[in-house]
Structure formats: C-alpha cells, structure tokens
C-alpha cells in the first residue's frame, strides 16, 4: 500500500510561483512513477507532469503542453518527495492538484486510469 500527502497549495496572485510537495510512504519509492494531475471545478482531471522511472537512477521527465517550460517536476528519493515547482502561475492553473503514483518501470502514459495511488489533493489558486 502507498500513501500519498500533498502539501503546499494556496492562493496566489498571476505571475507568481507555488511549490508543491508530495510526501510518498513505500520502501521502493524510488522505482514509482510519480506524476501531478489537476482537476479545475466542472472539468474532468487532467496530466500536469511526471516523472517516469526507467531502471536504476534513470527518470524521465514529461508535461502538458500548458505548463511546459513554467512548471518542473522534481523528486528526492533519500526524502520519499516529489515536487512540483510552479512558476508564471494563469488563472487558468487553478485546480486541485493530485499527486499519484503508478508502479512498475516505464512510462504509463498521462491517463489517469495508469496510476494506482493518490493522494487527496491540494487546491491551487491563481487571481487576475
């Protein structure tokens, strides 16, 4: 079983930055794929970005159109965390984000369906 916590979401104005963490339990979290969705009121939950694990300390790093190059996804396996660092914040970035995991090596993909645990979400709110 793996739990997932995110943590470090809040209200923030266009242009700025949040940072959010997501703190794993599980003793092969590093072989996890771990990746950030987000959910918007009244829109389906959609792929931020992940973090792909390819064998030993391989990872590869993949993201949604919308929030490449203002958003990276980073993780610390001595610590259990991924983050995602949230920079040049839009209105169009609020949501409740969801840190999930999918296990096993390799890229699942950026359906939802792909990932087996997550956690319950922090909300991500950017005024104009």
């Known amino acids: 079983q793996v739990q997932l916590v995110e943590s470090g979401g809040g209200l923030v104005q266009a242009g700025g930055s949040l940072r959010l963490s997501c703190a794993a339990s599980g003793r092969t979290f590093s072989s996890y794929t771990m990746a950030w969705f987000r959910q918007a009121p009244g829109k389906e939950r959609e792929f931020a970005a992940a973090?792909?694990?390819?064998?030993?300390?391989?990872?590869?790093?993949y993201y949604a159109d919308s929030v490449k190059g203002r958003f990276t996804i980073s993780r610390d396996n001595a610590k259990n965390t991924i983050n995602l660092q949230m920079n040049i914040l839009k209105p169009e970035d609020t949501a409740v984000y969801y840190c999930?995991?999918?296990?096993?090596?390799?890229?699942?993909?950026?359906?939802?369906?792909?990932?087996?645990?997550w956690g319950q979400g922090t909300q991500v709110t950017v005024s104009s």
């Open positions: 999930a995991a999918a296990l096993g090596e390799g890229w699942v993909g950026k359906n939802s369906m792909a990932y087996d645990y």
């Open positions: 973090l792909s694990w390819s064998g030993g300390n391989t990872y590869y790093a």
